[in-house]
C-alpha cells in the first residue's frame, strides 16, 4: 500500500467468486483502489467456469 503513490497504473487479477478463504472480491479490490485514487480503467481476459460464469479477470486501473 505504501508503494501506490509510485504509480500511475495498477494491472491485477480479481476474482468474482471466493476461489481461497477470505479472498476480497472485485468489488473490494474496485472499491480499496478508488479510495486510494485509482479508477478502473478496463477488465481484460476474463475466465469462465464450466457454466459460463464469470470466475477472474485482469483489471486496469489509473490514478484519477
Given at each position: 500500500e505504501s508503494l501506490?503513490?509510485?504509480f500511475e497504473y495498477v494491472?491485477?487479477?480479481c476474482s468474482f467468486v471466493e476461489l481461497y478463504t477470505g479472498?476480497?472480491?472485485a468489488?473490494?479490490?474496485v472499491d480499496w483502489l478508488w479510495q486510494k485514487?485509482?479508477?478502473?480503467?478496463?477488465?481484460y481476459n476474463p475466465a469462465y467456469d464450466?457454466?459460463?460464469v464469470?470466475?477472474?479477470?485482469d483489471f486496469l486501473f489509473q490514478r484519477y
Open positions: 501506490l503513490s509510485r494491472y491485477c487479477e479472498q476480497k472480491l468489488a473490494d479490490v485514487g485509482f479508477r478502473l480503467k478496463g477488465i464450466l457454466d459460463g464469470a470466475v477472474q479477470a
